[in-house]
């Protein structure tokens, strides 16, 4: 039997993501992968790597971490992390590293929130 995820669901909604239309378009309504793949992205060290690669010499590396953290959030329809690194890519792609390390703070806001979510249901 699986789990009953209606408080996490209507928790990530408030919040802004869209877990509904993602369990159904792209998990095909298997509930307990979805959540799996949630946790699992809760475990994700991108935030711990990405400060020492933004600087002008590393910045390709800093756009394909916060690439793949994008596509990732994508996946599970968490929209206010995927709208953080889009405002991250779009300062490193303009040479903007000071911008890029200001905005990090929202990146990382958005992600702990998150994680809060998925910790007070689990």
Not at 8 to 15: G, P, R
Request: glycine share 2%; charged share 30%; aromatic share 10%.
């Amino acid at each position: 039997m699986a789990k009953d995820f209606r408080s996490l669901f209507d928790k990530l909604e408030a919040w802004g993501a869209e877990p509904r239309e993602v369990l159904e378009e792209i998990f095909m309504d298997n509930t307990d992968y979805y959540h799996e793949c949630l946790d699992k992205f809760t475990h994700e060290t991108f935030l711990q790597t990405l400060p020492a690669l933004l600087v002008p010499e590393k910045k390709e590396e800093a756009i394909h971490i916060v690439h793949t953290m994008k596509g990732n959030a994508d996946y599970l329809g968490l929209f206010p992390v995927i709208d953080a690194t889009m405002i991250i890519l779009k300062d490193l792609r303009a040479d903007n590293i000071s911008q890029a390390i200001a905005d990090l703070l929202v990146l990382k806001a958005a992600f702990d929130t998150f994680c809060k979510i998925i910790a007070s249901e689990s």
